[in-house]
């Protein structure tokens, strides 16, 4: 096994294979990627449809001197197993060792930890200029896919390489016709046009930005790409190698759904089906579909929206097509998303924008601007909010409660529970006072009561007690209730809990009563504490006589993670809060 791979131990070594051992290379290169994905899950069809390119690239190119930034950086694993990280992909004991990005911890061959898209050109554009500045001739390679390129930051690097960098740039563009789902956007019907005409057509994005351009139509050919790579390096000007590959290249069942094979959890090679259970209960992203078809049924005005994320609200392909006119994805711009959504609000219609929490950072000042100041009422639905959600340091939904919390005339919302959430949507979608963002719960569908109304902040107690109000927001809610019966089991009172639902408004009467009649106030959220809910509570009641103590993340990148041993650091367990209430009390 791995003929050729065991003796390849950095790029060196590639250079020195001939026609045929690379060949046998790209080959043990997929051995490992499945060898890794299907126990350990990761970024599937990306990385196979680039194995042959990043192959090319190392035997052409002089990694590190040259350097090379991946846009995103979920197809990088090929070049990490060629820069001397091989076994992170071959022996299951370093697994751990390798993330699922490129980063410069792991190696110098990497230069930007980074997972988050339409970013190389930006950051690789940097790299050129320094280079130039310090009189150096290195090439400095950025790759992006086709899905990528439809993000804002990409088309802005494209339109300063190609009229303000007079020097040595090379973009790979890896058009495999697919983002996580398909493309959307009119610069992928340019894309085609330029597949069909093996690159001829007259209407071209890339020349039209002032780059110069090569197509080759096979980026899974190992020796086209090496003479095309070789062609373009050490040239004195920017140009755009646009070639064609295949997702998930070598799998079948991942080249024929290629959107669900964008990214895997360990599965069996043979059958294709996943060898992990999540259970067959309800989740919240299903709940969130089948929010939205019955809305989209008895609503004609309303409309989903997603950046390029339709997964995130449970939509596959059959619902989406079921949606028709009422579903649009914008591709990778989630700006373009949020102030759509602000038109189509203020022009009457019933918007709801749905992504991930990490990904919709970079909408920051859409909702800001174009929405809060203009007061229009959208809604945003965030998934993966949650702490133990996703784990790598480029994908933490942790800052979104301290991140978008102190926006004016934004209303965030964190619901506890199954009704709670429906409840959200339902009176959010429909009212048109404020925009409304809420935190789609990451943890076990749980249900009981809810209210229906949600324009005016007030936390709702669910159990009253003495000596220790417990208030906690969101997915930490139920980590309250363990709480409220652990206290109630070992220091012999009944603690009063409160589901604030509220993550960024101060229900202040509560608040004043609680304070007058119990000793401790504690906070729980799933976030960083700073600018959060917590301190907010804590400022309010920093004049009254009672001790107010919060639970949270810290200020922190934290990376791949262990979810329970970070809150046991942490001292977010029930045990050593009962231990701070004993010293509180």
């Known amino acids: 096994m791995y003929e050729i791979l065991n003796k390849i131990n950095g790029p060196e070594d590639v250079k020195k294979l001939n026609n045929e051992e690379l060949e046998v290379l790209a080959s043990d290169i997929r051995d490992a990627l499945f060898n890794r994905l299907t126990k350990f899950g990761g970024h599937f069809g990306p990385n196979f449809g680039m194995v042959e390119a990043e192959i090319a690239?190392?035997?052409?190119?002089?990694?590190?001197?040259?350097?090379?930034?991946?846009?995103?950086?979920?197809?990088?694993?090929?070049?990490?197993?060629?820069?001397?990280?091989?076994?992170?992909?071959?022996?299951?004991?370093?697994?751990?060792?390798?993330?699922?990005?490129?980063?410069?911890?792991?190696?110098?061959?990497?230069?930007?930890?980074?997972?988050?898209?339409?970013?190389?050109?930006?950051?690789?554009?940097?790299?050129?200029?320094?280079?130039?500045?310090?009189?150096?001739?290195?090439?400095?390679?950025?790759?992006?896919?086709?899905?990528?390129?439809?993000?804002?930051?990409?088309?802005?690097?494209?339109?300063f390489v190609g009229s303000e960098l007079n020097s040595n740039f090379i973009i790979i563009v890896n058009d495999n016709e697919q983002a996580i789902a398909e493309n959307h956007g009119g610069l992928y019907k340019n894309l085609a046009e330029l597949r069909a005409t093996n690159g001829q057509a007259s209407n071209n994005l890339f020349k039209a930005m002032g780059l110069d351009y090569i197509y080759e139509p096979n980026g899974n050919d190992i020796q086209r790409m090496i003479k095309v790579l070789q062609s373009v390096k050490d040239i004195n000007h920017p140009v755009v190698v646009h070639t064609n590959t295949v997702k998930g290249k070598g799998y079948k069942l991942a080249?024929?759904?290629?959107?669900?094979?964008?990214?895997?959890?360990?599965?069996?090679?043979?059958?294709?089906?996943?060898?992990?259970?999540?259970?067959?209960?309800?989740?919240?992203?299903?709940?969130?579909?089948?929010?939205?078809?019955?809305?989209?049924?008895?609503?004609?005005?309303?409309v989903v929206i997603t950046p390029a994320m339709p997964g995130t609200g449970g939509l596959n392909p059959t619902l989406r097509a079921e949606l028709g006119k009422q579903y649009i994805d914008v591709g990778i711009a989630e700006e373009h998303a949020i102030a759509m959504a602000s038109g189509i609000a203020k022009n009457g219609g019933k918007p709801l924008v749905v992504t991930n929490a990490t990904f919709m950072q970079r909408a920051y000042d859409q909702i800001s601007q174009d929405v809060c100041i203009n007061n229009n009422a959208i809604t945003i639905v965030l998934n993966y909010s949650s702490f133990d959600g996703l784990t790598d340091v480029t994908h933490l939904g942790i800052f979104g409660i301290s991140a978008f919390s102190n926006i004016p005339n934004l209303i965030v919302l964190s619901p506890s529970s199954k009704e709670e959430y429906l409840n959200m949507l339902d009176w959010s979608v429909d009212q048109k006072e404020h925009p409304v963002l809420i935190l789609m719960p990451g943890n076990e569908v749980t249900d009981r009561p809810a209210d229906k109304e949600y324009g005016t902040v007030k936390y709702k107690v669910e159990q009253s007690g003495e000596k220790v109000a417990i208030l906690a927001l969101g997915d930490f809610y139920q980590r309250g209730e363990i709480l409220a019966k652990e206290i109630e089991s070992k220091l012999g009172f009944k603690p009063t809990l409160v589901n604030p639902r509220y993550a960024n408004g101060l229900d202040k009467d509560l608040l004043i009563k609680l304070a007058d009649s119990h000793k401790v106030i504690l906070t729980l959220e799933d976030g960083i504490l700073n600018g959060g809910f917590g301190e907010k509570v804590a400022s309010f009641l920093g004049i009254k006589d009672v001790k107010v103590k919060n639970y949270g993340l810290n200020r922190e990148f934290y990376d791949r993670y262990n979810p329970e041993e970070l809150l046991d650091e942490l001292g977010i367990t029930s045990e050593k809060i009962i231990n701070d209430i004993k010293d509180l009390v």
């Open 57 to 159: 690239m190392h035997y052409v190119f002089n990694s590190p001197v040259d350097k090379f930034v991946f846009d995103v950086s979920h197809q990088s694993y090929p070049h990490k197993i060629i820069t001397g990280r091989r076994l992170g992909y071959t022996d299951e004991n370093h697994f751990h060792e390798d993330s699922g990005y490129t980063n410069p911890d792991e190696s110098e061959h990497d230069f930007f930890n980074v997972g988050h898209t339409s970013t190389s050109i930006s950051l690789a554009s940097g790299l050129a200029k320094a280079r130039d500045l310090k009189g150096d001739e290195e090439n400095i390679i950025a790759v992006i896919g086709d899905g990528s390129l439809s993000g804002g930051e990409a088309l802005e690097g494209l339109d």
């Open 255 to 302: 080249e024929e759904n290629r959107e669900a094979w964008h990214w895997s959890v360990p599965f069996d090679k043979e059958t294709g089906k996943p060898t992990i259970s999540f259970g067959s209960g309800e989740d919240y992203t299903s709940l969130t579909a089948k929010y939205i078809m019955e809305k989209a049924k008895k609503d004609s005005n309303f």
